[in-house]
């Protein structure tokens, strides 16, 4: 198993075993003979990896090898992730995939040995397999795949860093000024006087100049501290002294231990106190890690505790060069300790060179940011150029193709858009510092994500827990003051604040076209209104299948809500979060969305700009959008097609048409945030004492039913994600049964003290269009015209607008206070005279007097 690192350890191969030779793949079901255009004309299977996973007969006691090796051929351009699985007698089932042939950076061809180690199924290093009963392989985003053979191997792994003193020095350029000592020391054999010239020339060099040495912002305390110094972490304890195989196989997070956030409460206790114990205790955990954790040779590590390319990277996040900078005249952080630190960034970087991730997702964001920060803060390294270069190079890609121009980034999730953007914004800042010029496009987009955090928040300072964002009430000061510093941004700073500093931004609604998030708002004050309405596609990563879903805020508080998620656990509940079952949208005959089966890995990150529709004005905001991608099972093509009016600043219509043929039902699913929800006949609202509420009420009675649940588990219902734990919460549910087309409009209105109750009723309707009024106890009205078939049908002829929608309204003492045309030229009175009326255009507005609330 060689090595491309020089003067390195490499895995020890104690015995082999052939399980499949080419001829008993080819003869297994969904496998065939793949001899002919086998590249070397190798014998072996076929296996097309479009295709379900297919059952190797290789069952049995596989004793004590610890690894799986397939042989694998692939032509120019052709590749797969490739994914086996592992059933073992009484034991949970075991997942591995890496990725092979064109779905690797290195984009290789030919026959090459794709590993399977232990430790990527996600055990503790050193783990054998015993008797195994079942094995199958399956592909993902490739095509013809070829397998000559299956084997085990049994390997003894070294510890430590594989990378030898020796072959450090060799690597490192002793040339430069200020290291002749050190380099005196390596020429006499002497190693530990090499480390100790080696770490006081660090210690005064000036240049590059990095921000490492001071501590970095993260909210911690003492206490927490205190609890990792006796081995406490998460609440989880680790022993008497801190036990890593404990730590990979038994605590509820191992990836974040490995990722080794916790050592920077440790780090902060130690800027913060000076105490000796801090630093002690962080070469205590850094040097057992080190000695418990090789680097990869030969894989990529996914799949493993320690070194998946994610978890590599996130160790760069705020921990490794911290830590590695900040103690350098701490003696506590023993020299060998620091020593093996500097040579398993070597091996960090060579790792993330050839294995990072090319999903261009926030995956290769933070890989990209550690190969980065390793090249610029080690310029005597003679391979830190190419790291520096490619790092800030992947970077520069990833500004300009993983994150929208609207500056939304493409997994549409704000807690990985986050993730991202402090990924994206440190070796921005380190590079220029150091006078390497990074693209325009770069800074643009940075720029632009932070903006895109500003637009979304509630005006509470909370944020939206679109797709995988954790809780439903999760507030990013930090970050939002992070982009107050670095872009001079006194509405940031406001908004981080929350209100202290700064100044208000605008508050204007705000449409994000590209990642379709449409954002409608009153203004940015705690009492002001507020919804978002997800018309966008599927994500790059950590999606949910919420196509259409709404989310409102009014008066001091959250209402409609993406649940969020709680964790990622495979269990009901992480099915549920990411189901359209926990979203504000329709289930068809009791089915969900499908975007993860029905769209291409390209589509679910596809700029929707020109599929949506937005338009936003004084008086009025409309955003519409369609789902097409089918329900599990159900026939009859149906079609969801969504609008949402936001009549400023008071309220909101949703227009749903349920396209298609055939009888079948319908759900909508409006998800409150956890309050008192009362259900009477078709109407559902908040019953909040002396505080502000919210209710739904349908325009269209007949066919539709109503009941709300909270905290049901089977099937699970009615629950929200807060600091990873589930609470109940209301969720109604609207069930409709009959013959497509379904066709509703609802009211959402919140109000500031007790529910406004209005009289939601169809004036007319008819296969091409509906009259809707809303009508409130003061005598105030809304009047709204639709054309049924959404934005982009042809027009009515003869009608009193031309309009695909149009809005009147009324105060209480009759008179027109403002009208509106979306996606036409005029409306007409009930007289005939007109109106509204200009070119046609998205909105046309005609305001008389400002809309009285």
Same mark, same amino acid.
């Given at each position: 198993?060689?090595?491309?690192?020089?003067e390195?350890l490499?895995?020890?191969?104690l015995?082999?075993?052939?399980?499949?030779g080419a001829g008993?793949l080819?003869?297994?079901?969904?496998?065939?003979?793949?001899?002919?255009?086998?590249?070397?004309?190798v014998?072996?299977?076929l296996?097309?990896?479009?295709?379900?996973?297919?059952?190797?007969p290789?069952?049995?006691?596989?004793?004590?090898?610890?690894q799986?090796?397939?042989?694998?051929?692939?032509?120019?351009?052709?590749g797969c992730?490739?994914?086996?699985?592992?059933?073992?007698e009484?034991?949970?089932r075991?997942?591995?995939?890496?990725?092979?042939?064109?779905m690797?950076?290195?984009?290789?061809?030919g026959?090459?040995?794709v590993?399977?180690?232990?430790?990527?199924?996600?055990?503790?290093?050193?783990s054998?397999?015993?008797?195994?009963?079942?094995?199958q392989?399956?592909?993902y985003?490739g095509?013809p795949t070829?397998?000559a053979?299956?084997?085990?191997?049994?390997?003894?792994?070294?510890a430590?860093?594989?990378?030898t003193?020796?072959g450090?020095?060799?690597?490192?350029?002793?040339?430069?000024?200020?290291?002749?000592?050190?380099?005196?020391?390596?020429?006499?054999?002497?190693?530990k006087?090499a480390?100790r010239?080696?770490?006081?020339?660090?210690?005064r060099?000036k240049?590059?100049?990095?921000?490492?040495?001071?501590?970095?912002?993260?909210?911690?305390?003492?206490?927490? /501290?205190d609890?990792a110094?006796?081995?406490?972490?998460?609440?989880?304890?680790?022993?008497?002294?801190f036990?890593?195989?404990l730590?990979?196989?038994?605590?509820?997070?191992?990836?974040?231990?490995h990722?080794?956030y916790?050592?920077?409460?440790?780090?902060?206790?130690?800027?913060?106190?000076?105490?000796r114990?801090?630093?002690?205790?962080?070469?205590?955990?850094?040097s057992?890690?080190?000695?418990?954790?090789?680097v990869?040779?030969g894989?990529?590590?996914k799949?493993?505790?320690?070194?998946?390319t994610?978890?590599?990277?996130?160790?760069f996040k705020?921990?490794w060069?911290q830590?590695f900078?900040g103690?350098?005249?701490?003696?506590?952080l023993r020299?060998?300790?620091w020593?093996?630190?500097?040579?398993s960034m070597?091996?960090?970087?060579?790792?993330?060179?050839?294995?990072?991730?090319?999903?261009?997702t926030?995956?290769?964001?933070?890989?990209?940011?550690?190969?980065?920060?390793?090249?610029?803060?080690?310029p005597?390294?003679?391979?830190?150029a190419?790291?520096?270069?490619?790092?800030?190079?992947?970077?520069?890609?990833?500004?300009?193709?993983?994150v929208?121009?609207?500056?939304?980034?493409?997994?549409l999730?704000?807690?990985?858009?986050?993730s991202?953007a402090?990924?994206?914004?440190?070796?921005?800042?380190?590079?220029?510092?150091?006078?390497?010029?990074?693209?325009r496009?770069?800074g643009?987009r940075l720029?632009?994500?932070?903006?895109?955090i500003?637009?979304?928040?509630r005006?509470?300072?909370?944020?939206?827990?679109?797709?995988?964002?954790?809780?439903?009430?999760?507030?990013?000061?930090?970050?939002?003051?992070?982009?107050?510093?670095?872009?001079?941004?006194a509405?940031?700073?406001?908004?981080?604040?929350g209100g202290?500093?700064?100044?208000?931004p605008?508050?204007?609604?705000?449409?994000f076209?590209?990642?379709?998030?449409?954002?409608?708002?009153?203004?940015?004050?705690a009492?002001?209104?507020?919804?978002?309405?997800?018309?966008?596609?599927?994500?790059?990563?950590h999606?949910?299948?919420?196509?259409?879903?709404?989310?409102?805020? /009014?008066?001091?508080?959250?209402?409609?809500?993406d649940?969020g998620?709680?964790?990622?656990?495979?269990?009901e509940?992480?099915?549920?979060?990411?189901?359209?079952?926990?979203?504000?949208?329709?289930?068809?005959?009791?089915?969900g969305?499908?975007?993860?089966?029905?769209?291409?890995?390209?589509?679910?990150k596809?700029d929707?700009?020109?599929e949506?529709?937005?338009?936003?004005?004084g008086?009025?905001?409309?955003?519409?959008?369609?789902y097409?991608?089918?329900?599990?099972?159900?026939?009859?093509?149906?079609?969801?097609r969504?609008?949402?009016?936001?009549?400023?600043?008071?309220?909101?219509?949703?227009?749903d048409?349920?396209e298609?043929?055939?009888?079948?039902?319908?759900?909508?699913?409006?998800h409150?945030?956890?309050?008192?929800?009362?259900?009477?006949?078709?109407?559902?609202?908040?019953?909040?004492?002396?505080?502000?509420?919210?209710?739904?009420?349908?325009?269209?009675?007949?066919?539709?039913?109503?009941?709300?649940?909270?905290?049901?588990m089977?099937?699970?219902?009615?629950?929200?994600?807060q600091?990873f734990?589930?609470?109940?919460?209301?969720?109604?549910?609207h069930?409709?049964?009959?013959?497509?087309?379904?066709?509703?409009?609802?009211?959402?209105?919140?109000?500031?003290?007790?529910?406004?109750?209005?009289?939601?009723?169809?004036?007319?309707t008819d296969?091409?269009?509906?009259?809707?009024?809303?009508?409130?106890r003061?005598?105030?009205?809304?009047?709204?015209?639709?054309?049924?078939?959404g934005?982009?049908a042809?027009?009515?002829?003869?009608g009193?607008?031309?309009?695909w929608?149009a809005v009147?309204?009324?105060?209480?003492?009759?008179?027109?206070?403002?009208?509106?045309?979306?996606?036409?030229?005029?409306?007409?009175?009930?007289?005939?005279?007109?109106?509204?009326?200009?070119?046609?255009?998205?909105?046309?507005?005609?305001?008389?007097?400002?809309?009285?609330?």
């Amino acid at each position: 198993m060689a090595s491309t690192i020089p003067e390195t350890l490499t895995d020890e191969l104690l015995a082999e075993r052939v399980l499949l030779g080419a001829g008993e793949l080819a003869a297994a079901p969904g496998l065939a003979d793949g001899g002919r255009g086998s590249p070397e004309g190798v014998p072996c299977a076929l296996y097309d990896a479009s295709k379900q996973e297919v059952e190797l007969p290789c069952a049995g006691d596989w004793g004590d090898f610890d690894q799986v090796v397939l042989r694998v051929g692939f032509r120019e351009g052709e590749g797969c992730e490739l994914q086996v699985t592992v059933e073992r007698e009484g034991k949970p089932r075991l997942r591995c995939i890496t990725g092979a042939g064109a779905m690797t950076r290195e984009r290789w061809h030919g026959w090459r040995d794709v590993l399977y180690p232990i430790e990527n199924f996600g055990l503790v290093p050193g783990s054998i397999w015993g008797r195994v009963t079942r094995v199958q392989v399956r592909g993902y985003y490739g095509g013809p795949t070829r397998i000559a053979s299956v084997r085990l191997q049994k390997r003894r792994v070294p510890a430590g860093t594989r990378l030898t003193d020796t072959g450090f020095a060799r690597a490192w350029d002793w040339g430069r000024p200020g290291l002749k000592a050190a380099r005196l020391s390596v020429e006499r054999g002497d190693f530990k006087g090499a480390i100790r010239g080696l770490r006081a020339y660090l210690a005064r060099r000036k240049k590059p100049s990095l921000p490492f040495a001071a501590p970095p912002a993260w909210p911690t305390s003492l206490a927490v /501290a205190d609890l990792a110094c006796r081995n406490v972490v998460g609440g989880q304890d680790l022993g008497p002294t801190f036990d890593w195989k404990l730590a990979t196989g038994e605590v509820g997070d191992p990836d974040g231990l490995h990722r080794h956030y916790f050592v920077v409460d440790l780090l902060l206790a130690w800027h913060a106190a000076r105490k000796r114990k801090y630093a002690a205790k962080i070469d205590e955990v850094l040097s057992s890690w080190i000695a418990a954790s090789p680097v990869p040779v030969g894989h990529d590590g996914k799949g493993s505790r320690a070194w998946s390319t994610l978890t590599a990277g996130c160790r760069f996040k705020r921990t490794w060069l911290q830590v590695f900078f900040g103690l350098l005249g701490e003696p506590a952080l023993r020299d060998r300790t620091w020593f093996d630190m500097l040579k398993s960034m070597h091996e960090h970087a060579e790792f993330l060179l050839r294995h990072g991730s090319i999903s261009g997702t926030n995956w290769t964001v933070i890989e990209s940011q550690a190969l980065s920060l390793i090249g610029i803060s080690f310029p005597e390294h003679r391979r830190s150029a190419s790291w520096r270069d490619e790092g800030l190079g992947r970077l520069a890609a990833l500004a300009a193709e993983t994150v929208y121009p609207d500056g939304i980034h493409n997994e549409l999730s704000p807690g990985y858009h986050i993730s991202s953007a402090n990924a994206f914004v440190q070796p921005f800042e380190v590079a220029r510092l150091n006078g390497f010029p990074m693209p325009r496009v770069y800074g643009a987009r940075l720029r632009a994500m932070y903006s895109a955090i500003a637009g979304l928040v509630r005006p509470d300072g909370t944020c939206p827990a679109h797709n995988d964002s954790g809780g439903f009430l999760r507030s990013h000061d930090l970050f939002l003051r992070e982009g107050a510093r670095l872009w001079k941004d006194a509405g940031m700073l406001w908004l981080a604040t929350g209100g202290a500093e700064g100044r208000p931004p605008s508050g204007e609604s705000h449409g994000f076209r590209n990642a379709g998030l449409l954002v409608m708002r009153s203004g940015v004050n705690a009492q002001d209104r507020w919804s978002l309405f997800d018309v966008g596609p599927f994500g790059a990563g950590h999606q949910h299948e919420d196509a259409l879903g709404v989310e409102t805020y /009014a008066f001091g508080s959250p209402f409609l809500v993406d649940p969020g998620i709680a964790g990622y656990g495979e269990d009901e509940f992480f099915r549920y979060y990411r189901s359209t079952a926990s979203h504000n949208t329709l289930l068809v005959d009791g089915k969900g969305q499908q975007r993860a089966v029905s769209e291409t890995r390209e589509s679910r990150k596809r700029d929707v700009s020109s599929e949506i529709f937005w338009a936003s004005g004084g008086t009025l905001d409309v955003g519409a959008g369609v789902y097409a991608g089918g329900y599990p099972g159900v026939t009859g093509e149906p079609l969801h097609r969504r609008a949402v009016l936001f009549l400023k600043p008071d309220y909101w219509l949703v227009v749903d048409e349920l396209e298609g043929e055939g009888k079948h039902s319908a759900e909508a699913l409006w998800h409150f945030a956890p309050m008192p929800v009362v259900v009477k006949g078709l109407r559902a609202a908040t019953a909040r004492a002396a505080l502000s509420n919210f209710e739904i009420a349908p325009a269209l009675q007949e066919g539709w039913s109503l009941r709300a649940v909270s905290g049901q588990m089977d099937p699970v219902q009615g629950w929200v994600a807060q600091d990873f734990n589930c609470f109940p919460a209301f969720c109604a549910i609207h069930h409709w049964e009959g013959t497509l087309p379904m066709r509703q409009v609802w009211a959402l209105v919140p109000s500031a003290r007790e529910p406004l109750t209005p009289a939601v009723r169809v004036v007319g309707t008819d296969d091409r269009g509906a009259c809707v009024e809303v009508v409130f106890r003061e005598g105030a009205r809304d009047v709204l015209h639709i054309r049924w078939g959404g934005w982009d049908a042809r027009p009515a002829v003869g009608g009193r607008t031309d309009g695909w929608l149009a809005v009147e309204r009324f105060g209480a003492d009759g008179n027109r206070r403002c009208a509106a045309v979306v996606n036409g030229s005029f409306l007409r009175d009930e007289q005939g005279a007109t109106v509204v009326k200009g070119r046609v255009s998205p909105l046309i507005e005609k305001p008389w007097k400002a809309v009285e609330s």
